[in-house]
């Protein structure tokens, strides 16, 4: 789970960054502080995603391919959302 964590504070979302007062040009003290609320925010999201699933198996991709420009645009949770609006049309 640490790695996966890892993962998504390097992909952070603009709206999460701007939630917890994140600043590109911040002291690396603050940015650290930053991070680890962002964390926050997104391991509540992971455990929703656990519960819901109820012990069934989840598979969770870090970048999506047809996304990925995307994700820079519409954020982590934007591109999440977009994924799974896709899969219910078709």
């Known amino acids: 789970m640490a790695k996966i964590f890892k993962g998504l504070m390097n992909a952070a979302t603009h709206e999460d ?44 991709r870090m970048r999506y391919p047809l996304l990925q420009s995307s994700c820079r645009i519409m954020g982590l949770r934007g591109c999440r959302d977009g994924v799974a609006h896709s899969a219910s049309i078709m």
Not at 21 to 40: I, N
């Open 17 to 60: 960054a701007r939630r917890v007062g994140h600043r590109p040009d911040a002291h690396e003290a603050h940015q650290q502080q930053s991070l680890d609320a962002l964390c926050t925010f997104q391991y509540a999201d992971f455990e929703d995603i656990f519960r819901a699933m109820d012990g069934l198996p989840v598979m969770i």
